[in-house]
């Protein structure tokens, strides 16, 4: 019994092996403010990498805040929106990750990333006063989900899912991709990679953490089936008198998070919950984000800090090579 066991499983693998066999399809495009690159090995590929597209496409036309006709748009217009099934999946998730990092994620930054010019970019360093009052606006209270709409209060608040949207988008188009028939596969958008199953060579895929700032790379994350998706405060930043001013929004100040971290870069195989965090523990700091890892599960972290220390957390200890010096954080 036990030999036709393996005899089965040796041709099942076989048949794996030879379905992914050199058949590679790839696609690059530009959707959800990034540049994206989607690569598939095996059955359905080509039709699959289409689907992709179409797929982040379509959520790129929900949620872009620059889209004037897009639900997100819509809903910061102070309409009430109905839902489709992946705009409420999102909104309860950001909702959900919000609370769990005590607001350190906030899905309603928008009126602070506006005041600081981010949106169209006429960047500017706003007064204090005018921080309060955008600030005053951004408070996760103000969303509210019912019956499948949602609305925002009080008039004024508005959301951007610019921090959690294309985890969001590649953890649903890898599901889609695999039950099209693609056994490996890799996505690529940004700071955000997600790995589907491991290389046609059946070694898994190495993925590399940039170094911000530079050409070259922190080290490489070793994974199969999951997502490696970094932020940091240099994927997007004005200057000022000499002094940066980035994208990442610590929702206490109103002002860029300034905690000590050059990038966060979370291992998951929860690509929405991997997008928020790399967001919510850059806002959050070393000490913190590793205090977060130990009480939550299902998650990874490598993490850059200004003075070029590098940490990484225990799960990834034999996945993870770098020529850096690190420290592995343990649970206890
Ligand atoms: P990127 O979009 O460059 O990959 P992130 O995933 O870290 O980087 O998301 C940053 C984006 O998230 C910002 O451009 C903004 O739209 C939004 N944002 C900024 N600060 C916060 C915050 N504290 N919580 C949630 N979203 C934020
Ligand atoms: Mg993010």
Redesign the pocket.
């Given at each position: 019994m036990k030999k036709v066991v393996i005899c089965l499983m040796t041709v099942l693998m076989c048949l794996g092996l030879c379905a992914c066999g050199d058949s590679k399809a790839e696609r690059s495009f530009f959707a959800m403010d990034t540049y994206i690159t989607v690569t598939a090995y095996g059955k359905n590929g080509e039709k699959a990498v289409q689907a992709a597209q179409e797929l982040m496409e379509g959520y790129d036309a929900l949620w872009s805040i620059g889209e004037e006709n897009s639900a997100v748009s819509r809903l910061n217009r102070g309409e009430r929106i109905s839902l489709d099934r992946d705009t409420s999946a999102l909104l309860d998730r950001s909702l959900e990750i919000s609370h769990m990092t005590q607001g350190?994620?906030?899905?309603l930054?928008l009126p602070v990333?506006e005041l600081w010019g981010?949106t169209d970019k006429h960047y500017a360093v706003p007064s204090e006063d005018d921080i309060k009052k955008a600030l005053s606006l951004t408070d996760v209270q103000g969303l509210h989900l019912e019956n499948g709409t949602a609305y925002l209060t009080p008039e004024g608040c508005k959301a951007?899912l610019?921090?959690i949207a294309?985890g969001y988008a590649s953890g649903a188009a890898a599901d889609m991709m695999r039950k099209m028939g693609v056994s490996s596969g890799i996505l690529s958008l940004?700071?955000?990679i997600r790995t589907i199953g491991e290389k046609p060579d059946g070694s898994p895929w190495r993925v590399a953490v940039r170094m911000p700032f530079d050409e070259g790379f922190i080290g490489i994350v070793e994974v199969r089936d999951k997502a490696v998706i970094t932020?940091g405060g240099y994927?997007?930043y004005f200057e000022e008198n000499g002094k940066l001013y980035h994208?990442?929004?610590d929702?206490k100040t109103g002002c860029p998070a300034d905690s000590g971290l050059m990038s966060v870069t979370v291992v998951s195989g929860d690509d929405t919950l991997a997008?928020a965090l790399?967001?919510?523990l850059?806002?959050m700091g070393k000490e913190q984000a590793e205090e977060f890892w130990r009480e939550h599960e299902g998650f990874d972290l490598i993490l850059l800090c200004d003075d070029g220390s590098l940490y990484i957390t225990e799960g990834i200890k034999d996945d993870f090579t770098s020529d850096m010096e690190y420290e592995v954080i343990s649970n206890r």
């Open positions: 350190a994620f906030d899905p930054m990333m981010f951007d610019g921090g294309k940004g700071g955000n932020s994927e997007r994208h990442i929004i929702p997008d790399s967001t919510a850059f806002v």
